[in-house]
């Protein structure tokens, strides 16, 4: 069983930036596959990025990439999303996942955290 704490969420104007935390419970951290998916209102639950278990890969959504960084630090049971240039699409509550496999489809993931607000004003 792991536990997942997400933090970090607020409200940014556009331009700018926020980094968002997602903590595990559990001495197993190290073995999971962990991604941030977001979901905005009306909208379906959206892929943004995912990490290996030890953190040597990292796969983007397209909409995302080149901005946001998804990292990871197993000592301290910790996946974190460092967003910049953030635009008011990103709007969005993100949530972190757990899973056994390194995938980017949200019912391949086992564990969920209860989101983080994210706001992007223009």
């Known amino acids: 069983q792991v536990q997942l704490v997400e933090s970090g969420g607020g409200l940014v104007q556009a331009g700018g930036s926020l980094r968002l935390s997602c903590a595990a419970s559990?001495?197993?951290?190290?073995?999971?596959?962990m991604g941030w998916f977001r979901q905005a209102p009306g909208k379906e639950r959206e892929f943004v990025a995912r990490?290996?278990?030890?953190?040597?890969?990292?796969y983007y959504a397209d909409s995302v990439k080149g901005r946001f960084t998804i990292s990871r630090d197993n000592a301290k049971n910790t996946v974190y999303l460092q967003m910049n240039s953030l635009k008011p699409e990103d709007t969005a509550i993100y949530c972190c996942?757990?899973?056994?496999?390194?995938?980017?489809?949200?019912?391949?993931?086992?564990?969920w955290g209860q989101g983080t607000q994210v706001t992007v004003s223009s």
């Open positions: 996942a757990a899973g056994s496999r390194y995938d980017s489809r949200w019912h391949e993931y086992d564990y």
């Open positions: 559990g001495r197993t951290f190290s073995s999971y596959a």
């Open positions: 990490i290996s278990w030890s953190g040597g890969d990292t």
